[in-house]
């Protein structure tokens, strides 16, 4: 579908009456009603032409094309045709192309200024009342592009994007066919794959532009509309009537994050995704569809792919830039911003081996920016102390963070990464007000025994710095022996620079870091710790490594390194459970199953956990999720032997206790009857 927004110039004599004669004005506004439909039906209910307000002796009409061949030629003489029925003397005409949200608004003023009779069944009748309005599920944003660029342009912009690989093949293939004026549907649609929003961004508007300028897609318009990996999320929504106001131009799915402060905002999430993949392949020849994904693989992407099936989508991935490269894209960045680049800006890509993405370019060039404006351009902010500044929020933002807060004990582990949070926190703040902040590694040491929660705490951390704006993708990546130490020479380094690579922006796991200690040196051990360190410390503002494992192991593990130790910045301990502890484990676990516990088996509990926290291989959190599991399996064996009338909803959902039993492990050993041999 197509919109426009159409002011035609009146003639003098027909503004004169129109303002003056009050009668005169009450047969425009009735005629304009019934001219509206007349011309609607006329036309087999495909386009739709009505008067919105006169201002300036100007007519401002509005066009609505069901269908997409509504060029602006057709818009032209459309209008002029509804003007003639309406005995409208005009002039020149200003035609330009509108979106569904602008569309909405024209006719919602046509309503109020009396040329429509009502706007919400004027948007029912066109098929725009679950699109757009009051009747609308969900949001989203419209941008319209009119420029017209030559394919050496768009090639240029493709080439500054570092994205050349996979996007300048794809421009070929689309400018290989010529203009296509018949031929309908879309052969393919498109899977952008960055963490930079700037780079979807620029993506998006080349594709289209090339797309349009070979009559691949008709509109000057296209969508955005804003996907989320939130729980709280829309399902059932009724996307087909939104990809139908879009047919002949295009659907931009762009995942995001959801900030702080946007819980009202309508974003369809996971369980909304299945509804509009198939509003996309329902309308997948007259609709294009482009993803924006996250460079890594997450669930929101997998979700896409898994209901898209019978489409064809042609990944457009962002490349990892090295050296020269880098530095011509730091280059270009300040000539945009009219700042002159020095050598503090290329400090960042001092390491010429090492590879960035433009979301780290573009992190790092705003915080030189930052220092540069205060310092270079308005030096007389320089000399300012930190105390000028705001500082930053005392506890570190995020639903990851309350998350960490709201488990069960953990308190000196808490402690210590809201301190760490913090502590990384003030290193940008400093940064970014133009004072030398030092470069604060972010690895750590998890210590403390089975079932303390160290993996959970772990991908918490990760999320936290990604809330914080610490770490730009906050995943967490965990491995083992198995995945850093090769089994041949010389495979062992490139191993855990692999790993190091996929743990770009977030934290990399190593659970029982010890096991990479042999009983010898020089061993691939040995080569795989040495290979870790140096990563380490040429990737200590992007990657957060966590070591984890029991606490004697880890402290023979930290002496086999000298550069090891020096540079893990937090030890976290995390201490066993108490009784009451893993009683309240217990609790939340049940409750997250909806399941509650007996009052009066806290006291049959008492004696089982406290046995259980003297037992030499105490098992923490482990022990509480098998014992639950147990009492699940021996409440089931209780309600069958009972007649199922009896048997009610609370029957069901509680445990009783005698459903728990003291862990055979447990057991205290009887003394053996009979004789010893």
């Known amino acids: 579908m197509r919109f426009y927004e159409i002011t035609a110039d009146l003639g003098d004599k027909f503004f004169k009456k129109l303002k003056s004669d009050e009668k005169f004005r009450d047969n425009f506004s009735r005629d304009a009603i019934i001219q509206a439909n007349d011309f609607f039906r006329n036309h087999d209910d495909k386009i739709f032409v009505f008067v919105v307000a006169y201002r300036l002796k100007k007519l401002i009409l509005g066009v609505v094309f069901l269908e997409t061949n509504g060029t602006a030629a057709v818009a032209e003489s459309s209008a002029s045709e509804f003007m003639k029925s309406l005995d409208v003397?005009?002039?020149?005409?200003?035609?330009?192309?509108?979106?569904?949200?602008?569309?909405?608004?024209?006719?919602?003023?046509?309503?109020?200024?009396?040329?429509?009779?009502?706007?919400?069944?004027?948007?029912?009748?066109?098929?725009?009342?679950?699109?757009?309005?009051?009747?609308?599920?969900?949001?989203?944003?419209?941008r319209i592009e009119t420029a017209e660029h030559t394919k050496k342009e768009l090639f240029e912009r493709a080439e500054k994007l570092f994205c050349g690989e996979s996007l300048k093949p794809e421009l070929e293939r689309i400018y290989m066919g010529g203009k296509q004026m018949s031929a309908k549907g879309h052969p393919v649609h498109y899977a952008i794959q960055s963490d930079s929003p700037d780079v979807r961004r620029e993506i998006v508007?080349?594709?289209?532009?090339?797309?349009?300028?070979?009559?691949?897609?008709?509109?000057?318009?296209?969508?955005?509309?804003?996907?989320?990996?939130?729980?709280?999320?829309?399902?059932?929504?009724?996307?087909?009537?939104?990809?139908?106001?879009?047919?002949?131009?295009?659907?931009?799915?762009?995942?995001?994050?959801?900030?702080?402060g946007d819980d009202d905002l309508a974003v369809p999430g996971i369980c909304g995704i299945k509804d509009m993949c198939e509003a996309a392949k329902r309308r997948?020849?007259?609709?294009?569809?482009?993803?924006?994904?996250?460079?890594?693989?997450?669930?929101?992407?997998?979700?896409f792919l898994e209901h898209m099936d019978g489409m064809t989508f042609i990944p457009l991935r962002e490349e990892t830039i090295f050296g020269k490269d880098a530095e011509r894209y730091l280059k270009s960045a300040a000539e945009s911003a009219n700042v002159k680049p020095n050598k503090s800006l290329y400090e960042i890509i001092r390491d010429k081996e090492k590879g960035f993405l433009a979301a780290d370019l573009d992190m790092e060039f705003d915080r030189w920016l930052s220092k540069t404006l205060k310092t270079n351009v308005y030096p007389q902010y320089a000399k300012l102390g930190g105390d000028a500044y705001l500082s930053c929020k005392k506890n570190p933002k995020g639903s990851a963070y309350k998350a960490l807060d709201d488990m069960i004990g953990l308190s000196e582990a808490k402690s210590v990464i809201r301190k760490a949070v913090n502590y990384y926190k003030a290193q940008k703040m400093f940064r970014d007000r133009g004072m030398d902040g030092d470069k604060a590694a972010?690895?750590?040491i998890f210590t403390g025994n089975p079932g303390s929660a160290k993996t959970t705490a772990a991908r918490l951390f990760a999320r936290i710095m990604k809330e914080n704006g610490l770490l730009s993708a906050g995943n967490l990546i965990e491995v083992g022996r198995a995945d850093l130490v090769g089994k041949y020479v010389g495979w062992t380094a490139p191993a855990v620079k692999a790993k190091f690579r996929q743990a770009r922006g977030s934290v990399l796991f190593?659970?029982?870091?010890?096991?990479?200690?042999?009983?010898?040196?020089?061993?691939?051990?040995?080569?795989?710790?040495?290979?870790?360190?140096?990563?380490?410390?040429?990737?200590?503002?992007?990657?957060?490594?966590?070591?984890?494992?029991?606490?004697?192991?880890?402290?023979?593990?930290?002496?086999?390194?000298?550069?090891l130790r020096s540079r893990v910045a937090f030890h976290v301990r995390f201490d066993d459970y108490s009784p009451d502890e893993l009683y309240g484990i217990l609790e939340h676990m049940a409750a997250g199953r909806g399941i509650r516990i007996a009052p009066d088996a806290r006291e049959k509990l008492a004696p089982i956990f406290g046995a259980a926290t003297r037992s030499a291989d105490f098992g923490n959190g482990r022990f509480v999720r098998n014992l639950f599991e147990q009492a699940k399996m021996n409440q089931a064996d209780r309600l069958v032997t009972m007649d199922s009338r009896d048997i009610s909803g609370e029957d069901v959902k509680t445990l009783m206790a005698s459903d728990f039993e003291m862990p055979a492990a447990l057991k205290p050993a009887g003394r053996a009857i009979g004789f010893a041999a």
């Open 510 to 563: 190593i659970d029982e870091a010890y096991s990479l200690v042999d009983d010898r040196s020089g061993s691939y051990g040995d080569e795989a710790i040495n290979a870790i360190v140096q990563e380490m410390e040429n990737n200590r503002e992007d990657i957060a490594v966590i070591f984890a494992g029991y606490p004697d192991k880890m402290e023979k593990f930290l002496e086999t390194n000298p550069g």
């Open 442 to 444: 972010m690895h750590m």
């Open 205 to 260: 508007r080349i594709i289209f532009s090339a797309l349009r300028a070979n009559g691949r897609v008709e509109n000057a318009r296209y969508s955005i509309l804003n996907c989320s990996e939130d729980d709280e999320c829309q399902a059932d929504v009724d996307f087909l009537p939104f990809y139908r106001a879009n047919s002949g131009g295009m659907v931009v799915m762009d995942y995001v994050k959801k900030k702080e």
């Open 284 to 303: 997948k020849n007259d609709t294009l569809s482009v993803l924006c994904v996250p460079r890594s693989p997450d669930s929101i992407q997998e979700a």
């Open 89 to 142: 003397p005009h002039s020149e005409m200003k035609i330009e192309e509108t979106t569904l949200h602008n569309i909405s608004r024209l006719i919602s003023s046509a309503d109020n200024n009396n040329y429509l009779t009502d706007d919400d069944d004027t948007l029912e009748e066109l098929g725009l009342h679950k699109a757009v309005g009051r009747r609308s599920d969900f949001g989203f944003s419209e």
